[in-house]
């Protein structure tokens, strides 16, 4: 069965602490994303990777960065936490050659606080 | 800009009844449209799409694509409350990075 685990379901932290979300797949996918999700928003894409010490900006990365040292493995970095930063963050996997298959498979999700 | 609209935003109708939930698009370098299904948690996998005029179906879901006039259809007949969820549209770009642009979601709630 395939799984993406994400390190917690709820986080508080306070304004301008540093915070890691951890992500990891165990598809060997290629490609990892990072989500946040919004009400009335949808999910819009912070970064995503395709490779091993790949990195791609997204629709909106300010604020963020991101860390993918092994290929199971995508870390997502706030350097400096604000309370808009406040949300529902979604990391997904998929193959990169999908073969007809390009689904995303995504993660429980990780709600973030930001006090 | 790359461009995926939902529509209606959100929907409440009442167990039984049919419901057709809309998704239109301008992007580029277009691969496959899918649809996800979310419930309280992480989206899974519904359909994917990538040849108009051809049906994908699953029990009571069913979806079509029409790449000339850049939309998809995802509809569920006899509907059941277990389908409330939120269904997000989303385009898969032709890249080697799998990169998707995902819609607003259309929030369906099927009351008893």
């Known amino acids: 069965d395939v799984k993406v685990t994400q390190s917690s379901r709820y986080l508080v932290k306070r304004t301008g602490e540093k915070v890691f979300l951890e992500c990891v797949q165990d598809?060997?996918?290629?490609?990892m994303f990072w989500y946040r999700q919004d009400p009335g928003l949808g999910l819009r894409l912070i970064y995503f990777?395709?490779?091993?010490?790949?990195?791609e900006k997204g629709d909106i990365p300010e604020g963020y960065s991101v860390s993918r040292e092994k290929k199971e493995r995508f870390s997502l970095i706030l350097e400096s936490a604000s309370t808009n930063q406040t949300s529902m963050y979604l990391c997904?996997?998929?193959?990169?050659?999908?073969?007809?298959?390009?689904?995303?498979?995504f993660g429980p999700g990780t709600r973030l606080t930001v006090l | 800009e790359d461009k995926v609209v939902q529509s209606p935003l959100s929907l409440v109708v009442h167990e039984g009844d049919t419901v057709t939930l809309n998704c239109s698009y301008e992007?580029?370098?277009?691969?496959?449209l899918l649809w996800y299904k979310q419930e309280k948690k992480a989206p899974t996998f519904l359909f994917m799409l990538?040849?108009?005029?051809i049906e994908k179906k699953s029990g009571r879901l069913s979806s079509i694509l029409d790449k000339k006039e850049l939309f998809s259809i995802l509809n569920i007949t006899a509907t059941q409350t277990g389908d409330s969820a939120i269904y997000l549209c989303?385009?898969?770009?032709?890249?080697?990075?799998?990169?998707?642009?995902f819609g607003d979601g259309t929030t369906l709630t099927v009351k008893p």
């Open positions: 990538t040849s108009s005029g």
């Open positions: 997904a996997s998929s193959p990169r050659d999908g073969r007809g298959h390009n689904e995303q498979f």
């Open positions: 598809m060997d996918h290629e490609n």
């Open positions: 989303a385009v898969d770009h032709n890249t080697n990075a799998g990169k998707s642009t």
């Open positions: 992007v580029t370098n277009f691969r496959s």
């Open positions: 990777s395709y490779d091993v010490k790949m990195k």
